[in-house]
């Protein structure tokens, strides 16, 4: 079945660095990757997502990037802000018609001031 | 409205009661979704629901019952209970269940802080 990995587990930025966070993925059929945030106490919230037939996508300071040979794809947070700080998931969908998310581990992000 | 509400918030209870769980979404979704989120990891899928039938059971223990009343309403039977069962049961619903799944965002509730003593 298909496995996400995500990396790194943890990353502290200073306030208006970028961060960057990345996944790769183990199943050539998954098309649709979603970027998830979950802040503390909440449920996760959908930040961005990418589909198959794009390599990048982009929503003011935060965009996504795919490369579907490499079987990778990575979120790209610019001007970090205190109130990114927050755990986020990369996820994939493993076949063209599904809906089980499957998810990455979590990047806990820091965003110090 | 493009929120999922879950209640309670929060729940305590012994390992002999029996206590439900409730999810509501008013999007028009005809696809819901349990998810159990222990600390520092990512959900993990329960049940999933499709035209209030239930289509999918990631071997879950019989001690969690899922019921879909109608298109807009979710819930999560308890019962018998386990301490290791104590985490964030979080509810989510998507357009559908089947179809392309680019076009099949999830969205997620606040979730129930679960606690079993």
Sequence with gaps: GENVEQHPSTLSVQEGDSAVIKCTYSDSASNYFPWYKQELGKGPQLIIDIRSNVGEKKDQRIAVTLNKTAKHFSLHITETQPEDSAVYFCAAIPTEYGNKLVFGAGTILRVKS | ?117
């Design chain 2, 1 to 117: 409205d493009t929120e999922v509400t879950q209640t309670p918030k929060h729940l305590v209870m012994g390992m002999t009661n029996k206590k439900s769980l409730k999810c509501e979404q008013h999007m028009g979704h005809r696809a819901m979704y349990w998810y159990k989120q222990k600390a520092k990891k990512p959900p993990e899928l329960m049940f999933v629901y499709s035209y209030e039938k239930l289509s999918i059971n990631e071997s879950v223990p019989s001690r969690f019952s899922p019921e879909c009343p109608n298109s807009s309403l979710l819930n999560l039977h308890l019962h018998a209970l386990q301490p290791e069962d104590s985490a964030l049961y979080l509810c989510a619903s998507s357009r559908w269940a089947s179809g392309r799944a680019s076009y099949n965002e999830q969205f997620f509730g606040p979730g129930t802080r679960l606690t079993v003593l």
